[in-house]
């Protein structure tokens, strides 16, 4: 068994707690890889599972870099939010030994898979759990012509738009009112981010339907994946976003209902509890 050990190297707390993982495991006769110090994936190392030491923005990461190694995901929660993790650190110990003989159940979450096309050419591919959003550097407004399904759906004008998948319907989406979705569903989630046309709202698609971006007038705007990958959207350039083939497969050791852990997170943000 091989499994890859994931942490934010920002954080100390999560570097030392790397090295103690790695040391039980290996104890245990398994080899372990460390993000950053071999290579992983085409071309490197293969993988069996990944441990990830960090908050949710460490997690995101990983799932967009290790998307196509298609193996089970055990997030702890070492970070502030911890939303999308199972466990927290000071569980990890009683948890390891069920992680290792793969006594847990999966949750699959659906991905992007976004293409950024430069005269018909692919140019670029990137891979999101949360979202893609597009949005204008400057005060200006954007404006882009939206196609579904390869049919013309119409030209939306204001400060950029967002499509998120159902894990992502309960971040920057919903901030800018988008609906929270169920994450066992596959759909797009397209938000308007302060539409100029007071008609284009939030809408619900069907995640078999690929979606094309047609820039207009996006001289300042840029692409964001998951808010942490930036590209600058070029006049000649267009965006289509489908499903990836890839899923998250996200490790439970813990029972977790997703409705309950979304409302507590809402009524600790709103100051409620």
């Known amino acids: 068994m091989k499994i890859l050990l994931v942490n934010n190297s920002r954080r100390s707390s999560t570097v030392a707690m790397a090295a103690k993982v790695s040391a039980q495991l290996e104890a245990w006769g398994i080899e372990v890889l460390i993000d950053s110090e071999q290579p992983v994936g085409p071309g490197g190392e293969t993988i069996d599972s990944i441990i990830v030491l960090g908050g949710d923005g460490?997690?995101?990461?990983?799932?967009?870099?290790?998307?196509?190694?298609d193996v089970p995901v055990l997030g702890v929660n070492m970070g502030t939010?911890?939303?999308?993790?199972?466990?927290?650190?000071?569980?990890?110990?009683s948890c390891l030994d069920s992680f290792v003989r793969h006594d847990y159940t999966i949750d699959e979450r659906m991905m992007l898979d976004v293409g950024i096309y430069r005269d018909e050419i692919l140019v670029e591919r990137v891979y999101s759990l949360n979202e893609l959003s597009i949005k204008s550097k400057t005060s200006r407004m954007?404006?882009?012509?939206?196609h579904i399904a390869g049919r013309e759906h119409g030209v939306y004008r204001g400060d950029g738009i967002i499509i998120a998948t159902p894990t992502g319907s309960t971040a920057y989406s919903l901030s800018s009112g988008g609906p929270i979705t169920?994450?066992?569903?596959?759909?797009?989630?397209?938000?308007?981010?302060?539409?100029?046309?007071?008609s284009k709202r939030p809408m619900v698609i069907a995640a078999e339907?690929?979606?094309?971006?047609?820039?207009?007038?996006?001289?300042?705007?840029?692409?964001?994946?998951?808010?942490?990958?930036?590209?600058?959207?070029?006049e000649n350039c267009i965006i289509k976003v489908k499903k990836a083939e890839q899923k998250l497969k996200l490790v439970k050791i813990k029972p977790r209902f997703f409705f309950q852990t979304i409302a507590k997170r809402i009524q600790r943000n709103d100051g409620s509890l």
């Open 58 to 69: 460490t997690l995101i990461r990983a799932a967009r870099k290790y998307a196509e190694q």
């Open 81 to 93: 939010v911890g939303f999308l993790s199972n466990i927290k650190a000071d569980e990890l110990e």
């Open 142 to 146: 954007i404006s882009m012509d939206i």
């Open 182 to 198: 169920d994450p066992d569903l596959e759909v797009f989630i397209v938000t308007p981010i302060s539409s100029y046309v007071l």
């Open 209 to 234: 339907k690929e979606i094309s971006l047609y820039p207009l007038r996006c001289e300042e705007a840029v692409i964001s994946i998951d808010g942490q990958v930036k590209i600058d959207w070029e």
